[in-house]
Nanobody, 112 residues
Framework: QVQLVESGGGLVQSGGSLRLSCAASGSIFSNNPMAWYRQSPGKQREFVASISSGSSTNYAVSVKGRFTISRDNAKNTVYLEMNSLKPGGAAVYYC??????WGQGTQGTVSS
């Protein structure tokens, strides 16, 4: 069973940065793609970024150029570096290990 534990959320001002981490256990991490999603209050969970086992990346249009997903296979960890954050309240960021494993989420809040 895959277990995912996110960390790194917090409160940041508009224009600031946050770095999220997701530590995985219970799978051959290096063989698997990983992804980040987010969910704001009252909205559906949405895709943010993904990274393949070969470290190819894909981003939602809304974050491209500002967010960077990366992975450290030696640490079984995937990261999401978020820069130039825009005000918009709080969102919970979830780590996803396809096909069906999700972390508990970590909240990021951007104040204006």
């Amino acid at each position: 069973q895959v277990q995912l534990v996110e960390s790194g959320g917090g409160l940041v001002q508009s224009g600031g940065s946050l770095r999220l981490s997701c530590a995985a256990s219970g799978s051959i991490f290096s063989n698997n793609p990983m992804a980040w999603y987010r969910q704001s209050p009252g909205k559906q969970r949405e895709f943010v970024a993904s990274i393949s086992s070969g470290s190819s990346t894909n981003y939602a249009v809304s974050v491209k150029g500002r967010f960077t997903i990366s992975r450290d296979n030696a640490k079984n960890t995937v990261y999401l570096e978020m820069n130039s954050l825009k005000p918009g309240g709080a969102a919970v960021y979830y780590c996803h290990h396809p096909p069906q494993s999700w972390g508990q989420g970590t909240q990021g809040t951007v104040s204006s």
